[in-house]
Every structure is written in C-alpha cells, then in structure tokens.
C-alpha cells in the first residue's frame, strides 16, 4: 500500500465530501430548472457532474495507490432557497470548505512525507483556485443584477457557458 490508513481515512472521508457537494448542486440545479432558469440549471447540472468527478478521482487513486475505499454516509443537501443569490451563496461557502478539506489533506501529506498524495492533490488545488474564483464571480453578478434582473444572469452564465463550465474572473470586466 502506497498511502498510510491515515491518509487512506482522510481520502474516503474527501470522497464522501465531494459527493456531498455534488448532490448539494444537484439540489440547487433542479431548484434553478424549477424557477426555469434554465441556463444556472444546466451550469449547476454540470457542476454536480464535475463533484462526482472529482469524488471519482479520489476513489480511482485510493484504489491505485492500495487501498480500500469505503464511502462514509453522505449528508443530505439543503433543497429549498429563498433567493438565487442564497443558492449561490451556498455553492461558494461550500467551494471554500472544500478548499480548506483539500488543504488539510495537503498538509497530511507533506507532515507525512507522501510525495505520491501530495502530487496527487496539486490537481485540486488548481482545480479549488478556478471553483472558487468562478462562484465568487457568479455571486456578485448575481448580487449586482438583483432578483428582480435573473434574466440578466442568465444571459450572464449563457455567454460564459463552454469555458469549463465556470465563470472566470480574468480578463472580463471591459466587456460587461
Ligand atoms: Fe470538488
Ligand atoms: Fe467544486
């Protein structure tokens, strides 16, 4: 086995958080189709596909690496939201938490001199850096359009749809 059961712990606990996080988008992706903002739906659909991604990832490497993968209880995701931009608030809060599991995994690896996890997780370190600067981005779109300009959003997300599924901060502006 090439990762301690320390860090084979920490990494089914990761799994079950980004499953977590892909039933969370899921939940807030069918909120979105039923107020028929289609465009955040199909930006939010894609996104939980990306967190079971992402929970797929670490699956593959646990096994890869030796170990066993044994997915924890996943909780349920909140469904109901008073705003879009509750929903969206949420989504960030919830990228940043990740970030922070991801760090702490991180630091396991470099405390216990795992080489193979720690270039393992740069991937997702890149990939925490891009999540969270998107939603961060999509928040205050949606914060400067108000609840009562979604369709503004919409168009928003329907122009910036393709580039990985995220919003990115770079680089825009001028064109807004
Ligand atoms: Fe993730
Ligand atoms: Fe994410």
Redesign the pocket.
């Known amino acids: 086995m090439l990762i301690s059961k320390k860090m084979n712990v920490a990494i089914n606990e990761q799994i079950g ?2 499953f977590a ?1 892909s039933l969370q988008y899921v939940a807030i992706a069918a909120h979105f189709a039923a107020e028929s903002l289609t465009e955040l739906a199909t930006k939010f659909y894609q996104q939980a596909e ?2 079971r991604d ?2 797929m990832r670490f699956v593959k490497f646990v096994v890869e690496a030796g170990g066993r993968v044994e997915i924890p209880a996943v909780v349920a995701p909140k469904s109901t939201f008073k705003s879009v931009e509750e929903a969206v608030k949420l989504s960030l809060d919830q ?1 940043k938490t ?1 970030t922070e599991q991801v760090n702490r995994l991180v630091e396991l690896s470099i405390s216990s001199s795992d080489h193979i996890t720690r270039n393992f997780l740069s991937w ?1 370190i890149r ?2 850096l891009e ?1 969270v600067s998107s939603m961060e981005n999509l928040l205050k779109v949606v914060q400067r359009a108000g609840e009562n300009n979604l369709l503004y959003v919409e168009e928003y997300v329907a122009r910036h749809r393709g580039r990985l599924g995220s919003v990115r901060i770079s680089g825009e502006g001028s064109s807004e």
């Open positions: 958080n980004e996080a990306e967190e992402h929970a990228e990740v997702f990939e925490q999540e």
